[in-house]
């Protein structure tokens, strides 16, 4: 028996040392493996007659309930109750693992870890992917394809449409929005819009319509890696708009009732939902456009943009909404579906130095008992993790796999940039992607923000303004007590930078940068 997303049997010699020098973490993880492997050993009924048959049958049991109740919750959607385990063909929850703390007796043999970072390295290849067919593509999520049309109004920049509204002009049409529900810092917001909803209606032929938009560009990653300031600088500038928060996450986790990474599965949030956080910049853009038609047929140049920096990269949720029980891959990825709704869409990326990043991501997560030795433990044990899935299966599979992004302490996969570039690369050109260093960025954001503007062919700012939005100090910089940890160890980033080398190698080619290298 063959199930995919587990570690399966990877791990016979490669996680010795772990036996040898137990710690509640390294112990843990390694009953998990251990479990697994035992789980999928393969049985034929001749083996009925021995003592394991109890055991056999039982877990045949839980396994038949399992599919049951997994095969119903993707049937009705009825989430309630249902936690986010690493996939449905598992029994152990993992999610607490990265909040243990590690024994600090345990101590890392870095000889091994050097050894597994070589093998590792050794079964990089950058394949491409299989691109689905358009047509599955909208026939998986007919709902948003029904909703949205396929052209936008030729007289906005920013692609919107009028969408007939059928419901009483006097109710709050955001009453039931479950961004407006889940954040009540945003209420006030919602209800300003409430209030202007019924004068942004347009009447025609007896019929009530509104604006809907979709955001003209994306800020779609990577996390630590500069995008809340870029975020912050581009709001500044007079033609950009953003969504109401900056981090829907509706591509990525909230259209399939992820709210929280751990916990459990809540009510999806609809498409309406989604674009009711455009709805801001919409009455903006309307007010223009209506200003603009008494006067002259000027083009209007608002855009919005939308800035989840999990866009690039998480697809965490394929595997209970895609899977068709004989893929190791994801056959549809987030990038699939926004090329099928907004094919002329934009894209910004800013990315820095790997090793840096996720030491940032690291000190970021409020965890207990950070420190330079624990982030040492971490990696060494995330990249053993990461080594047992490469036994059995490609470097794709193995970044978009549900239970080792779950297993792993820290996120070594959201480093591999080029491996989710290549994909992106799959279904939209080259110049619709914009590619920045933040490195780059902290030593000129004037020539940064330059590049940005002119990507999304915005017009000329006065000095002063392009002042404003350039000499404004950094946003989301590092936190004083975590600054007080210092740089990790030596060894760490020894151990970092051999792992991503060929990664940064292969983006720096792809990108003709020898910059992406980071050396």
Not at 394 to 421: A, D, E, F, K
Request: aromatic share 12%.
């Amino acid at each position: 028996m063959d199930h995919k997303h587990g570690l399966l049997n990877a791990f016979d010699e490669k996680l010795e040392y772990c036996k040898n020098k137990p710690s509640n973490r390294s112990m843990r993880v390694w009953t998990f493996i251990e479990n697994n492997r035992a789980q999928h050993k393969a049985w034929g009924p001749w083996t009925l007659w021995s003592v394991r048959k109890i055991k056999i049958l039982s877990f045949l049991f839980g396994l038949t309930v399992t599919v049951l109740i997994m095969a119903s919750y993707i049937l009705t959607r009825d989430q309630k109750g249902l936690f986010l385990t690493p996939s449905p063909y598992q029994f152990t929850v993992v999610s607490h693992l990265a909040q243990q703390p590690l024994n600090p007796s345990f101590t890392t043999d870095n000889t091994v870890v050097r050894e597994v970072v070589r093998r590792i390295v050794a079964k990089v290849d950058f394949s491409r992917r299989s691109v689905p067919d358009l047509g599955e593509v909208r026939a998986k999520e007919a709902n948003i394809f029904t909703a949205i049309p396929r052209i936008f109004l030729p007289n906005l920049k920013n692609p919107c449409w009028y969408e007939e509204f059928f419901g009483n002009i006097t109710a709050d049409p955001y009453g039931k929005n479950l961004y407006a529900l889940y954040s009540k810092r945003f209420q006030a917001i919602y209800d300003h819009l409430g209030r202007a909803f019924p004068a942004h209606l347009h009447q025609q032929a007896g019929r009530h319509y509104r604006l809907r938009c979709l955001p003209f560009f994306y800020i779609i990653g990577q996390p630590k890696c500069g995008t809340t300031d870029l975020y912050d600088r581009l709001r500044l500038h007079p033609e950009v708009h953003f969504t109401t928060m900056k981090e829907p996450h509706w591509w990525t986790r909230k259209r399939f009732g992820i709210i929280r990474s751990g916990n459990a599965f809540q009510n999806p949030y609809p498409l309406n939902d989604y674009l009711d956080l455009f709805d801001q910049a919409a009455n903006q853009i309307q007010d223009h456009s209506m200003s603009n038609s008494s006067k002259s047929h000027k083009k209007v140049n608002i855009i919005i943009g939308e800035a989840s920096a999990s866009t690039m990269w998480d697809n965490n949720a394929w595997v209970y909404f895609y899977d068709n029980g004989t893929e190791v891959e994801p056959p549809f990825l987030v990038q699939d579906f926004i090329h099928a709704v907004q094919p002329d869409a934009r894209f910004i990326v800013m990315l820095r130095d790997p090793v840096e990043r996720l030491y940032s991501d690291y000190l970021y997560f409020g965890m207990a008992n950070k420190s330079v030795e624990d982030f040492h433990e971490r990696v060494s044990e995330s990249l053993q993790l990461f080594e047992g899935c490469l036994a059995e299966r490609s470097i794709r599979s193995c970044i978009y796999n549900t239970t080792i992004n779950n297993l792993m302490p820290v996120r070594l996969q959201v480093g591999l940039y080029v491996m989710y570039l290549l994909d992106w690369l799959s279904v939209f050109s080259r110049e619709q992607i914009l590619i920045l260093r933040l490195e780059d960025h902290a030593a000129n954001r004037k020539i940064t923000m330059r590049r940005v503007f002119e990507f999304l062919q915005l017009g000329p700012l006065t000095l002063q303004k392009e002042a404003d939005i350039t000499k404004s100090p950094a946003s989301n910089t590092r936190r004083p007590a975590n600054r007080n940890l210092g740089p990790m160890l030596p060894i760490t980033k020894e151990i970092l930078q051999n792992f991503y080398r060929p990664f940064n190698q292969r983006l720096a080619q792809v990108l003709k940068d020898p910059a992406f290298l980071w050396t």
